[in-house]
């Protein structure tokens, strides 16, 4: 039987962050400091179904409770921890490491209803140079982790069947991510004959990436949906899961001179990108 669905969708965000910082000197040219942060964010998203059955001028419709949904979500993240500055004839070093307590308190309504309350702790460092050698070359160094945590989507345990052949719902059980990034950059400036030379290095891994599981084989996806109660095998399942693996790779170089005889300036850059996906 033919059915004509008409959908509605309306998503708000909002956002909010704020901070202090202490500071005591040591010395005239390094310092230690306490620093707070807190940073909020809501999220309402509402998708209602509309269920006209066999009327295609859509005029008399019912809402469809199995395909429509109303999410609620808010993250609150509190980050206080000590840090470290010194700064000295151009050259200037920075390290910082936080403690980190999220909450997540989420509302999903539909056909059935579900409460999410999350809380994660975690350690973040943050480091920061900048080196000049002497007055051709320099060094700018960062090197930093970060988490990325789950959103309600992710962690909700509803079947969305809103696309019958293609169901997914969220995993419970998933921690944040947690990655490490390093970021380096060498600067050589010869002014007298007017030649400039760079590289640029950049490496990310993570662990605990949140990585989308997609299931294929009917066998597999009869297995994850026993208890569905579904009269029907789906073409696809997926849901989230944890993996680690996840990795990025970039370095660039360039070169630059002038060409005297031509009045002009001669500049090549070449640069390798490479990234793993688990």
Known sequence: TMRYLSTISDSKNIGASGSITYAEPLSKVSQITA??????????????????????????????????????????????????????ERNTLVANVNYQYSTLNGDIQSAQSQRIKRSYNDFTYFLMGNFNINQQNSIRLFVMSYTNNPRIQQLQNILN?????????????????????????????????????????????????????????????????????????????????NVDGYLGLYTQLSYGTPLNFMKCNFNIMAGVNYSRTP
Do not use: C
């Not at 998203?45 to 409770?65: A, F, I, Q, V």
């Not at 944040?176 to 007017?194: C, D, I, M, Q």
């Open 161 to 241: 069947i809103s696309n019958a052949r293609n169901v997914s719902r969220g995993n419970e059980n998933l921690n944040p991510a947690y990655s490490h990034r390093v970021n380096f950059h060498y600067n050589n400036t010869n002014l007298e004959k007017g030649r400039t030379f760079m590289w640029m290095f950049s490496f990310n891994a993570t662990q605990n990436y949140i990585s989308s599981s997609i299931y294929t084989d009917p066998t597999l996806i009869n297995e994850q949906l026993k208890d569905e109660g579904l009269n029907y095998t789906p073409t696809q399942y997926s849901t989230y899961d």
């Open 35 to 88: 620093r707070y942060s807190v940073n909020y964010s809501g999220q309402d998203s509402d998708r209602e179904t509309w269920n006209y059955g066999e009327d295609s001028k859509y005029m008399y419709g019912e809402l469809d409770p199995r395909l429509s949904n109303f999410q609620t979500s808010d993250y609150l993240t509190h980050s206080v921890g000590p840090g470290f500055r010194y700064s000295k």
